[in-house]
């Protein structure tokens, strides 16, 4: 069955980057791309971008071009999310997902100085 | 401000019918794109509820349906039951951002 494992919680300082991992089985990676989307405390859900597991394109929203980069790494099956410059208001779980049924378990990533 | 609109909050009592609308544009519903609708309890990831504006997946109880016209769906829970009461999300996806996934801004459902 398709599974989605994402890293454990993080606790950073602002100004500094975050690297979140998405380790996918159960599929072949290179068919499908990735989804990030974030959810801040009490707050709704924001898409963050998408990335090709076939061949690493990217499609990121305006807010957070240019501090988001997303990557994959096809011999693990794995894909991350990296935020960079982050700000108390980055404070939230990131949840990798490869279509609306296939999510990961999310990760909180904390801000604070 | 998210792209699609939601009401904040719905309530109803145990056995009744609520609906729950989802209010887009002609850049992402109202431009045939799908919709999917997710529940959210506390301290979990989201869970497709309705997928392809009206399908349930495996495992989704019947009394959940959904339903798209125009820029606008909406998700149709009847027989209340006190599980339901969580945060409901509906989900599309919009031309003008590159197909990207657009988000309501979900509805707390509270079954009194």
């Known amino acids: 069955q398709v599974q989605l494992v994402q890293s454990g919680a993080e606790v950073k300082k602002p100004g500094a980057s975050v690297k979140v991992s998405c380790k996918a089985s159960g599929y072949t990676f290179t068919s499908y791309g990735i989804n990030w989307v974030r959810q801040a405390p009490g707050q709704g859900l924001e898409w963050m971008g998408w990335?090709?597991?076939?061949?690493?394109?990217?499609n990121y929203p305006q807010k957070v071009q240019g501090r988001v980069t997303m990557t994959t790494d096809t011999s693990t099956s794995t894909a991350y999310m990296e935020l960079r410059s982050l700000r108390s208001d980055d404070t939230a779980v990131y949840y990798c997902?490869?279509?609306?049924?296939?999510w990961g378990q999310g990760t909180l990533v904390t801000v604070s100085s | 401000q998210s792209v699609l609109t939601q009401p904040p909050s719905v309530s109803g009592a145990p056995g009744q019918r609520v609906t729950i609308s989802c209010t887009g544009s002609?850049?992402?519903?109202?431009?045939?794109?799908?919709v999917h609708w997710y529940q959210q309890l506390p301290g979990t990831a989201p869970k497709l509820l309705i997928y392809?504006?009206?399908n349930r997946p495996l495992g989704v109880p019947d009394r959940f349906s959904g339903s798209k016209s125009g820029t606008s769906a909406s998700l149709a829970i009847s027989g209340l039951q006190a599980e339901d009461e969580a945060d409901y999300f509906c989900?599309?996806?919009?031309?003008?951002?590159?197909?990207?996934?657009?988000f309501g801004g979900g509805t707390k459902l509270t079954v009194l």
């Open positions: 392809g504006n009206s």
């Open positions: 990335i090709s597991g076939y061949n690493g394109n990217t």
């Open positions: 002609s850049s992402n519903i109202g431009a045939g794109y799908d």
């Open positions: 989900q599309s996806y919009d031309s003008s951002l590159s197909g990207s996934w657009v």
């Open positions: 997902a490869r279509d609306p049924y296939h």
